[in-house]
């Protein structure tokens, strides 16, 4: 009697679950990294230095389309972190920096069509890439304000347009779909 | 006995070179005509002849040592069986053990025809490039050292782009580098009993001829920087032992005894090169023991610590225990060539093949007789 009484309980428990489970649908299969160090550590300035020698380590036209989408990603991911703790003008220098980074990546992929390597599967990566981008900049393009003032210590403030900041993201990404 | 061992032996080599083509590639368009299927539709019966050969190359190697010991092989033979050697094997087919050739060429081609860094980008991201329907590891990004990538660059354009061409430049480059270190190995020790141990090897013959590994480039350069320190040219000598490490990274193993030899010299203190040798085989053979932490033992990993432990012929121990292991690694091609299968039983039984006969000759010599 107790057992069934348990079960029913159970049943129960497992239907309002799954009825007020909030459905989630994955746009994209691409996978984003970790955030890594954010800016002000040590590590960052490190981190920052590598990635301007890694770029001569990456040479070739595939190896610079993986280096700009590795680090359109790595921004991307900071910009989001740094806007979800209200770090609203380090969350808009680290997007601004993921912009560059993917808009680099095009024309890379460009060069290597014409230098006869098939770019198919690659066009493909950053389809799920730039779909996946798109997915991330409307998530947070709801959570923040459509324009903040920074106002630093001992310093002029700064005015950031962060509607426009992430309208322009989403159209670089647009683009490349 | 030797006017009739040396064309017997060369009988051998060309029939032995005739059975590597039973291993062509289905999917090797570029040797199309030679593909048979034999060694893939007739397991059994291939890998029998192929331990058989194996155990016919072994009876000609103690030949050929029983003949230097007892002073009936002259340089001249020594000679003359090496030019035998090399121009039979050169014709072989070298993926008949291993596919490693045709990384190298992948390797190669991303890094001088496609521009791109063999290290970040993997030869199958070159979709349609015909060098991958037969390269078995065009998954991963380049594997060995860079100057080993930047040294493939000669046998590639050797090849003017022609596939054929260019797979045996990196043989014949090869057989370059196995010529020089066996050259040295004769250089360092002033003796044919070395040479004869370590150049008709049938292990460092198949690996290094047949298959073309790269080991031997690592080892050429690590016992060229051993040369120049025989000769107290300290600059080079450390210039061509960071080329070793560049090569394939093992040989970095080495530098404690490396730093010994270098402090000898410089307190101007006479060099036991015995002791040398001897340590940097044990060195090496810590190096393969190890090597399964990255991936596991391969058969072409005993070219690391053959040469050195043949550099002291009189270490016994250490003598018999590389005889066997070349030998037995050899065998431990036959699970897979038996089964067509490397999951199963095949793992295991490549580890017994491979180190029972070995180990059973270090308890006898060590355990028993004590005989250091």
């Known amino acids: ?177 | 006995m030797k006017k009739i061992i040396i064309p017997l032996y060369g009988a051998f080599l060309l029939l032995f070179s005739i059975f590597s083509y039973a291993f062509v590639d289905p999917n090797l368009s570029y040797l199309k005509d030679f593909y048979s299927d034999f060694a893939f539709s007739n397991r059994l019966l291939t890998t029998i002849f192929y331990a058989f050969s194996i155990v016919i190359f072994f009876v000609f190697y103690s030949v050929f040592i029983y003949l230097g010991v007892k002073k009936k092989l002259s340089f001249k033979d020594v000679f003359v069986l090496l030019g035998i050697t090399i121009g039979i094997l050169f014709f072989s087919y070298p993926a008949m053990l291993s596919y490693d050739i045709f990384n190298y060429i992948a390797t190669s081609k991303v890094y001088f025809f496609y521009q791109e860094n063999p290290y970040v980008v993997m030869p199958f991201e070159f979709i349609g490039d015909p060098l991958l329907s037969f390269t078995h590891a065009a998954n991963k990004i380049a594997l060995y050292g860079p100057l080993w990538i930047f040294l493939t660059g000669i046998p590639y354009f050797l090849g003017f782009g022609n596939f054929i061409i260019t797979l045996f430049s990196f043989k014949f480059f090869i057989a370059i580098f196995y010529l020089g270190t066996i050259s040295l190995i004769w250089k360092m020790s002033k003796n044919i009993i070395p040479v004869i141990l370590f150049s008709l090897n049938p292990l460092v013959v198949i690996e290094t001829l047949i298959s073309g590994h790269n080991d031997i480039v690592m080892i050429f350069f690590v016992l060229l920087s051993f040369f120049l320190l025989t000769k107290k040219k300290v600059f080079f000598a450390v210039l061509f032992f960071i080329l070793s490490i560049l090569i394939k990274y093992s040989t970095i193993l080495l530098l404690p005894v490396f730093l010994y030899a270098i402090w000898k010299i410089a307190e101007k203190k006479e060099i036991n090169w015995k002791t040398i040798f001897y340590f940097s085989s044990l060195l090496m053979y810590i190096a393969f023991l190890l090597s399964p932490i990255r991936e596991e033992i391969y058969p072409w990993y005993a070219i690391w610590f053959i040469p050195f432990a043949f550099l002291v012929p009189d270490k016994k121990i250490l003598l018999y225990t590389s005889i066997t292991f070349s030998f037995s690694l050899l065998l431990r091609y036959t699970p897979y060539m038996l089964t067509g299968t490397y999951a199963g039983q095949t793992p295991f039984i490549k580890e017994i093949v491979s180190f029972i006969p070995p180990v059973l000759v270090f308890i006898y010599y060590y355990g028993l007789k004590k005989k250091i």
């Open chain 1, 1 to 177: 009697m107790k057992n069934e009484k348990f079960i029913r309980l159970f049943l129960l428990f497992f239907f309002f679950l799954i009825l007020f489970k909030t459905p989630v649908f994955a746009q994209s299969n691409y996978v984003l990294s970790y955030p890594s160090s954010m800016p002000g550590s040590l590590s960052y300035k490190i981190h920052f230095i590598y990635e301007n020698v890694s770029r001569y380590w990456y040479f070739g036209d595939f190896g610079q389309f993986e280096y700009n989408l590795k680090l359109a990603d790595k921004y991307l991911v900071e910009a989001k972190t740094l806007f979800e703790y209200k770090q609203y003008l380090l969350g808009y220098k680290a997007l601004k920096k993921s912009d560059q980074y993917f808009i680099n990546i095009l024309p890379n992929l460009i060069r290597a069509g014409k230098n006869g390597k098939n770019t198919f599967q690659k066009k493909a990566v950053l389809n799920e890439a730039s779909q996946k981008h798109i997915e991330i900049l409307r998530e947070i393009e709801n959570r923040v304000p459509s324009s903040f003032i920074w106002e630093p210590e001992k310093s002029t403030p700064t005015s950031l347009d962060l509607k426009k900041a992430f309208s322009e993201s989403i159209h670089f990404r647009e683009k490349d779909i």
